[in-house]
C-alpha cells in the first residue's frame, strides 16, 4: 500500500540530540526560579507547581518546588508538569529570540516538498504538543509549524508501545499501512511497525557516529537525511 501520510519524530530525526539537551534544558534550568517567582501566582502556573507539590508531600515553598523541576531536567523525566512549565519558559525564550530552534538543513526541503504534494504530515514526540508547536513556529528555517497537520505527545500513549501508533492512525483517520513513520529510535520503529506502519531508521552521523546496520537496525530501512527517504514501502 502507498505511502499517504508521514509521522515524524522531532529529537535525532528533523533535529539534532544535542539542540534539547544542551541548549533547551539547561535555559528552562536557568529560567525556573525567576519564571516561578514572576508567575506563580497565576492559576496555569500553579497548577501544575501544586501537582508537584502533591505528589511530595513534604514540599511546601515554591522553592523546593524549583529544586525538584530543577533535578528532574537533569535527570530528563518526562513529567507532565515539568513538560508544561518547561513549554512556557520555553515560548518566552522563542518570543524574545533568545534561540531558535534546531533543523537539521536537509529536513526542512524535504518536509516542505512531501506537504506541496499533497502528504498530511504529523509529528509524534515525547515533548508536549505546544511545546512541538513553538519548536516548528521558530526554527533556524522559519516558521514550518503550518506544514503539519496534526500533533501527538506521549498522551496518546508511550512511543515504545503499538497501540499509541493504532491510536494515531485511528486519530488521523488514515490506515496504519499508509503512514511511514520516521525516527532514530529503533525500539519507537519496532512499535510503529507492529502497530502496521511503514518505517525508517533515520541514523545522522552527527548524532550516531556508528552507523546502525544489520541486526542493529532491526529490520527497519535505514537513512542518513531527509533526503534519502523514499516513499514506496
Not at 501537582?51 to 523525566?77: N, P
Not at 525500539?187 to 507492529?194: G, K, P, T, Y
Request: with cysteine; aromatic share 10%; charged share 25%.
Amino acid at each position: 500500500m502507498p505511502v499517504s501520510a508521514i509521522l515524524t519524530d522531532i529529537e535525532g530525526t528533523t533535529s539534532s540530540i544535542s539542540f534539547v539537551k544542551d541548549e533547551l534544558f539547561p535555559y528552562a534550568r536557568r529560567a525556573l526560579p525567576g519564571f516561578v517567582r514572576e508567575h506563580g501566582h497565576e492559576p496555569e502556573v500553579r497548577r501544575w507547581l501544586d501537582m508537584v507539590a502533591t505528589e511530595h508531600g513534604s514540599i511546601c515553598s515554591d522553592d523546593v518546588i524549583v529544586e525538584t523541576l530543577q533535578g528532574w531536567i537533569d535527570q530528563d523525566r518526562k513529567h507532565t508538569a515539568l513538560k508544561a512549565l518547561q513549554g512556557m519558559i520555553w515560548e518566552a525564550g522563542y518570543r524574545e529570540a533568545d534561540f531558535t530552534a534546531h533543523i537539521y538543513p536537509d529536513a526542512a526541503p524535504a518536509l516542505r516538498e512531501w506537504h506541496a504534494r499533497g502528504l498530511p504530515l504529523f509529528v509524534y514526540s515525547s515533548g508536549s504538543v505546544p511545546a512541538q508547536k513553538l519548536f516548528f513556529g521558530h526554527s533556524d528555517a522559519g516558521d514550518l509549524a503550518p506544514l503539519f497537520a496534526g500533533w501527538f505527545d506521549t498522551e496518546v500513549g508511550g512511543k515504545r508501545d503499538a497501540d499509541s501508533y493504532r491510536r494515531i492512525a485511528g486519530q488521523t483517520g488514515i490506515a496504519p499501512e499508509q503512514i511511514l513513520f520516521l525516527s532514530d529510535v529503533v525500539e519507537e520503529l519496532d512499535a510503529a511497525r507492529d502497530a502496521g506502519m511503514s518505517t525508517r531508521l533515520v541514523d545522522r552521523l552527527q548524532d550516531y557516529p556508528v552507523p546502525r546496520t544489520g541486526d542493529a537496525a532491526h529490520g527497519h530501512a535505514r537513512v542518513a537525511t531527509f533526503a534519502d527517504v523514499t516513499l514506496d514501502t
